[in-house]
């Protein structure tokens, strides 16, 4: 079936998340390509330099994405605020958990899933019916790499993120002949702040891993830059994509549960004590 392209450059852009990372990146690159933005975020101060660093229109409101009254109302807002036509509504807003199954609080689980599933559900049912009044639009939800594989000590994101592509699978195929598309975006390993500001469980019944050393280890791994995730992104929706890969790592992982549904893991296993022994040659070659 041939892509239909989608333009949104130059429309009114909604993005959840935008007090930093991709969301924040999103919220620059569709100002600067001559959109109105709308943005949101529980971080106000966060929110405030997103918004001073956009030279367009704004309209810039703190909100919790978990409140489906607050989406709603906000959704009205936007409609009777907007100087253009409403081109994509980014559901982006994200937390992580980083907790094993046995021993974890189902009470972090709760939060993770209020926020990155239910959060993502309610702006789609806030802003839905203004893309179908229009005709046109589309709605780009946030995945993840692991809404594709599931890895170990992450279950409720992974299942968030699952949820979420489910969600905007079926979303979609409801969407047919309204001329509004549902997009899943899957990033990789995105060097922003959401590790930094995860839920960790630590401790000789936790990880294994101190909450420092998860932050430099994920850091270490981000192989996409936010700027260049939002440059995927956007130029993904307007080539008609209904699923973006963000980074070489989401690739990857997207071809491994293709080949190997049921043991992915051990491959990347297999691969990180290659990586790990290429690091570890040169501190090898000078102490001999």
């Not at 936007?78 to 036509?85: E, G, I, L």
């Not at 709760?110 to 599933?117: A, C, M, P, T």
Request: aromatic share 6%; glycine share 10%; charged share 20%.
């Amino acid at each position: 079936m041939t892509k239909s392209k989608l333009t949104i450059s130059g429309r009114t852009a909604v993005i959840s998340g935008a007090a930093s990372g991709m969301g924040r990146s999103l919220a620059q690159r569709l100002s600067a390509h001559g959109s109105p933005v709308a943005i949101t975020d529980v971080n106000e101060a966060g929110l405030k330099e997103t918004e001073a660093s956009l030279k367009g229109p704004v309209l810039s409101r703190v909100l919790d994405v978990r409140d489906a009254q607050a989406q709603t109302s906000f959704a009205q807002e936007v409609r009777d605020w907007t100087p253009a036509p409403v081109g994509a509504v980014f559901n982006n807003a994200g937390v992580v958990l980083a907790s094993a199954i046995l021993g974890g609080d189902p009470a972090d689980d709760e939060w993770l899933w209020d926020i990155d599933f239910r959060g993502v559900v309610n702006g789609t049912r806030a802003f839905l019916p203004i893309l179908v009044d229009q005709g046109d639009g589309a709605i780009v939800n946030t995945s993840s790499v692991f809404g594709l594989a599931a890895v170990p000590n992450q279950s409720a994101y992974c299942a968030a993120k699952s949820a979420v592509r489910a969600f905007t699978d079926s979303l979609r195929h409801e969407l047919r002949g309204t001329g509004v598309r549902a997009i899943n975006v899957f990033p990789g390993g995105v060097n922003t702040n959401i590790v930094r500001n995860a839920r960790f469980a630590e401790g000789p019944d936790g990880l294994g891993l101190s909450r420092e050393a998860m932050i430099e280890e994920f850091t270490a791994t981000s192989l996409t830059q936010p700027d260049k995730a939002a440059e995927i992104i956007h130029r993904g929706v307007e080539a008609g994509k209904a699923r973006i890969l963000v980074g070489p790592d989401a690739h990857l992982f997207d071809l491994l549960t293709r080949i190997t549904p049921t043991h992915y893991m051990d491959v990347m296993y297999r691969f990180q004590g290659i990586v790990d022994k290429a690091r570890r040659a040169p501190s090898l070659i000078r102490q001999r």
